[in-house]
């Protein structure tokens, strides 16, 4: 069971819904979850770019906080295609997720382009969350806590202990996200979780590393949802597909604020 009072759970709806699916997702999410305390949770989604200014009322009418899925690490200039801080707080944006696998491996980006958008974000005052995670080869090998480990003292380097309440971490393992994925085994994710939080107690220290919520992504789903939040170290779920229909969302919600016996109504 996690340490952290509230439970952190949300969802990236990656390339996949426009601005009306968006805004029908958020009012029915938002319907769907009106009878939850959000003392005792942390409700987030993270959709298109386009969307977010159309949904952030919707998401703010429902404490719902808003992510986006990427951005730039400088305030404006040259950097065509890209999304700057600026634009991001402009339109409410809570949250801004960093180091997604799909950015890493379909877009080529490194722990040291990681490391400077956390430390812009931070500096722009979002939560960061920084997303790490093995491949089905690093797996095989056995040197999955190392790429962690390296993922994570990369990626948050020159952070302050003061900023580490700004930041959150998804363990998403690369082999168990998406429409091919495996979900990792309870065990699995919870040995690796136990690595997360040591590297960043080692990081920050026992009261600002141990009170950064660590979430598991990758095929979460109705079955699985409930068994990973009883696990030591698991603060939260970061939800792909399982999360999209949001009566589905909504269901899953419920399940692991009963089983996780936060606060709910
Ligand atoms: P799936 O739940 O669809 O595997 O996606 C997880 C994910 O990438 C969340 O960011």
Known sequence: MSRLPKLYIGTNTKMYKTIADTVAFLTELGRNTRDLSRDCMELFVIPSFTALDRVAPIARQHEITLGAQNMCWEDRGQFTGEISPLMLREVGVGIVEI????????????????????????????????????????????????????????????????????VWIAYEPVWAIGVSGVPATKEYAAQRHQVIRKALIELWGEEAGGGVPVLYGGSVNGQNATELIQMPCIDGLFIGRSAWDPDNFAQIIRAVLREGAYCHS
Not at 100 to 129: P, V, W, Y
């Open 99 to 166: 180091g997604h696998s799909e950015r890493r491996h379909c877009f080529g980006e490194t722990d040291d382009m990681q490391n400077k958008k956390i430390l812009c974000a931070l500096r722009h005052g979002f939560t960061a969350l920084l997303c790490i995670g093995e491949t089905g080869p690093q797996k095989e090998r056995g040197t999955a806590d190392e790429v962690l480990r390296m993922q994570l003292k990369n990626g948050l380097a020159g952070v302050a202990p003061s900023q580490a309440k700004n």
